[in-house]
């Protein structure tokens, strides 16, 4: 049975993006961008060997792997419907937090134990390639490596929590230096300054400035590897020509490639209608927040946080080292999931999630304090995710459609996945096997994934509950 919302039992085509959406802190600081308006020719290329659509973290970072790997691909180019990195990746938390042992329960329930142990292997894989990466290409993204708190905050929520990683441990998964639990309630409050903790476990995690990690990544390719970057050119419809190429129709014409990766998330099944209820937009709300004294200087956060209510209710927080600003996201439980599953306006905002997000630290966190002028809520914003009935991506070859190639459907945990889920993608572009990937073989859109039978939005929400699957990261 499906875990994970996927729409209404009839869903509908997402369209796609909303024009004028609104602006996260990340895109609010990041208005003197080369890349906003960014065509690198005035007119569209007709032919390519390879188009990629989208420009966030998955589609700059296959176009990297792409083009700073061996036999790169002549002519690349890549079609944004909006600015550069302006959905789902400009509007997150900036917060690469892997799933050490916590989902491995659903996971396993779902697709058993070998492939839920590659899946979360896969998440420490791709925390240490995004720091690798920063690393090699010197790329300036206020990245900061360090650990997180899974705060459980309540009973329920702490034995899902202990349960998930005995099961784990039993199992074999890595979790020595790796994973530390908190089951003194006394211990957890006083070590995440959360006074009404049941327990927490700790483990590594990282954030950085999204926006920035891709403005280099494609400036690069732009620079040095004759990436064609095509912003505010939306892919309207995409079909395969007699010949076996791709035509991809836009506003400005279309044009053909030889290859098409599809890395356009929760918009997919505009273009690949075959996803349509497979992945399904979600829209989530976050925040930036200005912290009181209290948190401030030598008495910052030291950890990224997520604070947890039975198993699927969360928020999450992160501490910039290099401002003090505090990103935090969440809230969702709080409106009713009509308002949330197949929306895809990232214009406009909920206020009842707004005033959660403004009052959450004062109500949760230990001294938090008055607020004085200018601290608190300093900016909320919407952004668009795109959600898989498993939780899982789909990342790989389209079935039936050769040169057509897809990582797509990040279920609220791209960060964590998307850099060796794009490593993947181009190396199938070269021609090497899903095998040399290193990715769980459970990610790969499969007929068998497609034609899964689909239940409505309720009873997955009940079955995600029942078996642990996490809703979102």
Known sequence: MSTIPNGPANPT?????????????????TRSSPLIGHRTTETLPETADVVIIGSGISGAAVA??????????????????????????????????????????????????????????????????????????????????????????????????????????ADGGPTEGIVEWIGDAEEAKKRTRTPKAFAAAEFPASSLWPYK????????????????????????????????????????????????????????????????????????????IVPTRAYSGKNMMTHTFSHRWGMNDFDYSVQRPRDGIIIHGGGRWKVPIELLVGHTDDSEKLPVLTTHLKEFMKENMADWGEEALGEGLLVDWSGIMGYTPEAVPYVGAVHGKPGAFITAGHSGHGM?????CSRGIAALLRGESYESTGLPECFQPTPERLNAPKVTVEQQWVEADRTGVPLMH
């Open 13 to 29: 085509t997402p369209g796609y993006p909303h024009p004028n959406p609104c602006l996260s802190f990340w895109l609010q600081g």
């Open 416 to 420: 964590a996945r998307t850099f060796t």
């Open 213 to 288: 990690l891709v403005k280099h990544l494609l400036l690069l390719c732009i620079d040095k590897h004759n990436l064609n970057l095509q912003t505010n050119t939306p892919a309207r419809s995409v079909s395969q020509t007699p010949n076996g190429d791709w035509s991809i129709h836009t506003d400005r014409g279309d044009i053909k490639a030889r290859k098409v990766v599809f890395a356009s998330n929760a918009f997919t099944p505009t273009l690949l209608p075959e996803f349509l209820g497979r992945i399904a937009p979600y829209r989530g709300q976050c925040s930036a």
């Open 64 to 169: 990297y792997f792409s083009l700073t790997g061996p036999n790169a691909p002549e002519k690349v180019v890549m079609l944004e419907a909006r600015e550069a990195c302006h959905g789902a990746t400009g509007r997150n938390g900036g917060h690469c937090r892997p799933d050490c042992y916590r989902g491995y329960i659903g996971y396993k329930n779902h697709f058993g134990k070998e492939q839920a142990l590659k899946i979360l292997q896969n998440e420490m894989d791709t925390l240490n390639l995004l720091n690798e990466v920063i690393d090699k290409e010197g790329i300036d993204c206020d990245f900061w490596r360090g650990l997180s708190f899974d705060i459980a905050m309540d009973k329920e929520c702490a034995d899902f929590f202990h349960k998930s990683l005995q099961e784990f441990i």
